[in-house]
């Protein structure tokens, strides 16, 4: 079948008709498979630009015309994939019978130790903390509160198939969003802020909304090429493609935004701002592009434009109903049950099948500090223990023991552990460029001025890398739920709950002069300023704080533009395993749930096919 992309309509009643009164489907080369319809691309290119000048009144719009069509001659689109060019090769891995230890129970941490697990190794996980790491879900006034991660967008497709693995997929889908700036002091909806942003950042500022969004359909489609151009694949499930040549290297490392000046898509900055920048993965007059594909892939943009209904401002004539796909949520949604009762029963089943003896031996150890890690040519020994406040109150503290492993995975942050792991000169020189973001995260009571309208509220005025601490955004997971059909009989009627969220893009931890205890001290100050600066910002909102619970993150560790530019990432790929030690978790791909499943089985992958190959040569010999 020829390269074809999906539309979509407002109503079941398009018909589809054209000018000539013709019908649509021989006019617009309509294909129909699997139920639904697909149009060629260059010809319904055509015709939306033909559309979208008629109703511009002029042939402004008609302007790239021809090189849109070029693009996409022979392109594949949306809901279609090239072939993968997968990475191939690293340096080693564990295998079958090995003894591993995993450093860190976060969602990175349990995902791989249930491969190994799966894979015939027996497992040993130490967690600092509690099972979870940045997957942190708070159950309070019968609802949970992601203080962590928190959502699912389009592209989760393996956290799809986790879900429905463990049997959690109830979502919540997020339906009112209000934008506060001090213009709209009264707020705004979040498709009307969009447009505003657009056709500002696009410099059309006079566009009706029917324009600008034909503009952005446009745009986007330019981005999908761009993003196929440079990482030579297309919603492929590997999470890091092929090492780009020196000339593309050059190309990621820019900012996101001169990207975006550089190639005219500016009409699609909001969307950056909204689906890269909110979540705290930096400011893109900063950040290099790489990541910015990395996490805005076609299928993400595709799903930002149909919640934010850009298909349909476009004429209905030129649009066909989509076809009902099963997979990821076309909009945003979050968990039910949290993002950390899914890390839990990965843990737990691991244990399950441990103890009934069909699968090797698994443990995890909550509260744990590594106090030295030796590595050598055959093992690798750890010492570590354990020390925890007990359910009655009581102070344990286990003696020091040191355990000897064939394989060692570091799934913790690595600027946070880099000193415990014996680190060579090798491992230093890729992981030196690595800096870190703040994110605090506050569970609030709070009295509203008024009955609340919306779930989430953002203020985007605060996105602004001068003013750190800064109240971003903030979600009402009781008005999420009741959005969803949800019913509570709360107590205390009349208080609301919600998590807010504020961040700092330089972390002080990035200060490597300052000691451990001067970046407690400094910690601790950031904290109080925190909640100072979220009662000021919520009481000139009309709400009055009642209770705070405050959390810290470490955030999104991720190489300089620089380290970008010279493929820091694949030089780590190809050390994987070199000294018996593998590395996974945003450090390595992305702050992202789905990103870190990704990377783990595309690592897995690599190394099984690579394992079978030596089995197959040694078997000739």
Known sequence: MASCVYVESEDEGSSGVTDSGSDGEEAFGVEEADGGFFHKPT???????????KRAGSNLLFSGMQGVLDIYADSSLLHERADPYPVDSIAGGPRPGDKVVVMGCGAAGAHMAKSLQALGCSVTVLEKDKI????????????????????????????????????????????????????????????????????????????????????????????????????????????????????????LQMPIAEFLRVHDLQALRPLFELGYTLQGYGFIEEEPLLYGMLWVTPTLINGMIEMLKVRKNLKRRFLRKRPKT????????????????????????????????KSPAFAVHEDTKITGIKRSNTSVEVEYHRGFVSDFGQVIDEPTKTERFDFMVVAAPIPQVLADIDANDEEKSLFATLHESTFITTLVDYKPAKEEETSIDNWPENFDIEKPLAVWAARDSHHVARENGECFELEDHGMGSMVCYQYVHDSLHNDATLSSDDQEQKAMK???????????????????????????????????????????????????????TWYVGASMCFEAINAIVEYNDQLLNVWEKQRKEQVEVAAKL
């Open 43 to 53: 010809e319904w290119i055509r015709d939306v630009l033909f559309a979208k000048a």
């Open 132 to 251: 979870g790491g940045k997957a942190c879900s708070r159950k309070y006034r019968d609802v949970v509160h992601e203080m962590g991660a928190c959502y699912l967008s389009s592209d989760y497709e393996k956290v799809y198939q986790l879900l429905q693995e463990y049997e959690m997929t109830g979502q919540y889908n997020i339906k009112c969003r209000t934008m506060w700036t001090e213009e709209k002091k009264d707020g705004m909806k979040l498709k009307e802020w969009f447009y505003n942003e657009a056709k500002l950042a696009n410099g059309t500022p006079d566009w009706s909304n029917a324009s600008i969004a034909s503009e952005i359909f446009m745009q986007t489609y330019h981005y999908i090429s761009h993003h196929r151009r440079l990482l030579r694949m297309y919603e492929n499930t590997e999470f890091l493609p092929p090492r780009p040549s020196a000339e593309h290297l050059r190309e």
């Open 326 to 357: 099963s997979g990821p949520p076309k909009a945003i949604t979050t968990l039910v049950d949290g993002f950390q009762t899914l890390v839990r029963k990965m843990v737990a089943r691991c244990e399950e099948q441990a103890r009934d003896g």
């Open 526 to 580: 950031e904290r109080a300023d925190a909640e100072k600066k979220l009662r000021s910002h919520l009481t000139h909102f009309g709400k009055t704080v009642e209770h705070t619970e405050q959390h810290r993150f470490r955030y999104f560790p991720r190489h300089s533009r620089e380290a970008i530019g010279q493929g820091v990432l694949w030089d780590i790929m190809e050390m994987q395993g070199k000294y018996r």
